[in-house]
């Protein structure tokens, strides 16, 4: 049978454990101090131990700024990469980290002004949202509507309505299939992980595995740290209503935060988001990365 008519089942995974369809504490979890951001920002990373052995996957926070020269007392805008399956600590640690700030702007498709309930977690019964509950449970993880908190005061919802998001399909041309398609010939070409072995056959032996949640987990933490080229390939170069278009509305929402006062803002959405948000908080805003945090989002050890 002809390999080159299927996509990599790792990447279907990868894809189905972060919604864009629709990234003190104990020691493996506290993470280094800010560092001097260097471009191109990274979003995801793998770290490793010094024989090559992956460690952690790591999730970063980046601190955007007045580029140097600039008005130094406007405000600051950390970018919080969402991790949509992840330790229980790892959302902990995040609800804690929220409270320093005047808002956090966060991502769902869902009418304008929600707020989600504390036991909102496993109430969806969509088909994607029924396959992320199973994933997270597979990788012995806690998924992110259950750990992040909120009901917290700051907490800003900042995504389309579901209107909003079909209107802008509809007008932009686009379907799902498109995008998958798109995402399918990533993966073909992608086809081999440079270890002499395709991840079909590392995920196969994953599954059989004595600890299968570990050994999983080690196979998409690869993936996920190279998923952006995959998420470039999924947006095309129009942008697309998953990404480009929310993006567009979570920065309308941060301009009516900034305009209210608020000086100390995070936005809280999927790593693949961020490198659009990036670009569009340097051109209209005048923000630039200029530190970074890293926090280990799954312990791979």
Request: glycine fraction near 8%.
């Amino acid at each position: 049978m002809d390999r080159q008519r299927f996509s990599r089942p790792v990447w279907w995974l990868a894809v189905f454990a972060a919604p864009l369809i629709w990234g003190i504490t104990p020691s493996w979890a506290t993470d280094g101090d800010w560092t001097r951001a260097e471009e191109p920002v990274r979003f995801l990373r793998l770290l490793q131990q010094e024989d090559g052995e992956p460690k952690a996957l790591q999730a970063a926070i980046v601190r955007c700024a007045p580029a140097a020269g600039a008005d130094r007392e406007r405000p600051t805008v950390d970018l919080i990469s969402a991790v949509h399956m992840a330790e229980p600590e790892f959302y902990r640690q995040l609800n804690r980290e929220f409270t320093g700030y005047d808002a956090v702007l966060y991502e769902l498709v869902a009418p304008e002004g929600t707020r989600i309930p504390k036991d909102a977690g496993r109430k969806a019964s969509n088909p994607f949202s029924r396959l992320q509950h199973g994933l997270t449970d597979l990788l012995e993880l806690e998924f992110q509507l259950e750990g992040i908190d909120y009901t917290q005061h700051n907490l800003v919802h900042a995504d389309m309505s579901p209107e909003q998001f079909d209107r802008s399909m509809k007008d932009r041309g686009e379907s799902f299939g498109e995008i998958l398609f798109r995402m399918m010939g990533y993966s073909i070409a992608q086809q081999h992980d440079g270890t002499g072995k395709t991840s079909d056959a590392r995920l196969l032996v994953a599954l059989f595995s004595g600890n299968r949640a570990m050994a999983l987990r080690r196979v998409m933490a690869e993936q996920f740290q190279n998923m952006q080229g995959a998420l470039n390939a999924m947006d095309g170069p129009e942008g697309s209503t998953l990404i480009a278009e929310r993006n567009k509305v979570a920065l309308e929402v941060l301009q009516k935060e900034l305009t209210a006062g608020k000086q100390k803002v995070a936005i809280f959405y999927g790593a693949g988001h961020m490198d659009d948000i990036v670009a569009r908080l340097r051109d209209d805003f005048g923000l630039v990365p200029v530190e970074i945090r890293w926090l280990t989002a799954w312990k791979l050890q």
